[in-house]
């Protein structure tokens, strides 16, 4: 059974930093590209970023809202997607979804969620 | 890329069909045949119901239709059945290095 699941969310200070974790199960992590996806809270759903798996050259893309800031890696060895953000600023409270991205443009599995609240 | 245009609400009665529309343009939704559709309970994770425009994942009821014409892509529900009442998101490849777009939402009342 396929299952991801977010961790490291939380409640920190604006400027500050956060790592989070998604820790994959049930397939072959290393031959999947591993998306993240947020929604604030009442809004809807906005791309974080999202990192090829190695076979694509492990490249990485980003929305302008975190670039710079924001930094997606893998450990496949692990099976373990990583965001690190960093500079954090209000705007950036959300739930945080990490997703698997099957070939060619589908989301099929979602973990269930982080929340990151960002607040003084 | 600016987000996909949908209609925020929709609503339709038990054993009724609903469509959910969902715009962009030819760079995303009118340029590939990759359009997908989530659907998104109340503090759960989104799920996907259809992907590359008309498909349905295994598990997805056949009541669940996706179609595109042009630049714009839609979600049928036919057969309104109480727990279709959820937030439908689509969203549409854009290219190869490039971020998708999501469309803001629909939220869908079975009355």
């Known amino acids: 059974e396929v299952q991801l699941v977010e961790s490291g969310g939380g409640l920190v200070q604006p400027g500050r930093s956060l790592r989070l974790s998604c820790t994959a199960s049930g397939f072959t992590f290393g031959d999947y590209a591993m998306n993240w996806i947020r929604q604030a809270p009442g809004k809807g759903l906005r791309w974080v970023g999202f990192i090829r798996s190695k076979a694509y050259g492990g490249t990485i893309e980003y929305a302008a809202s975190v670039k710079g800031r924001f930094t997606i890696s893998r450990d496949d060895s692990k099976s373990i997607a990583y965001l690190q953000m960093n500079s954090l600023k209000t705007e950036d409270t959300a739930v945080y979804y990490c997703?698997?991205?099957?070939?060619?443009?589908?989301?099929?599995?979602w973990g269930q969620g982080t929340l990151v609240t960002v607040s003084s | 890329q600016s987000a996909l245009t949908q209609p925020p609400s929709a609503s339709g009665s038990p054993g009724q069909s609903v469509t959910i529309s969902c715009t962009g343009t030819s760079s995303d939704v009118g340029g590939y045949n990759y359009v997908s559709w989530y659907q998104q309970h109340p503090g759960k994770a989104p799920k996907l119901m259809i992907y590359?425009?008309?498909k349905r994942p295994s598990g997805v009821p056949d009541r669940f239709s996706g179609s595109k014409s042009g630049n714009t892509a839609s979600l049928t529900v036919s057969g309104l059945q109480a727990e279709d009442e959820a937030d439908y998101y689509c969203?549409?490849?854009?290219?190869?290095?490039?971020?998708?777009?999501f469309g803001g939402g629909t939220k869908l009342t079975v009355l």
């Open positions: 590359e425009v008309s």
């Open positions: 969203t549409s490849y854009a290219g190869s290095n490039n971020l998708g777009v």
């Open positions: 997703t698997r991205w099957d070939s060619p443009y589908r989301f099929d599995y």
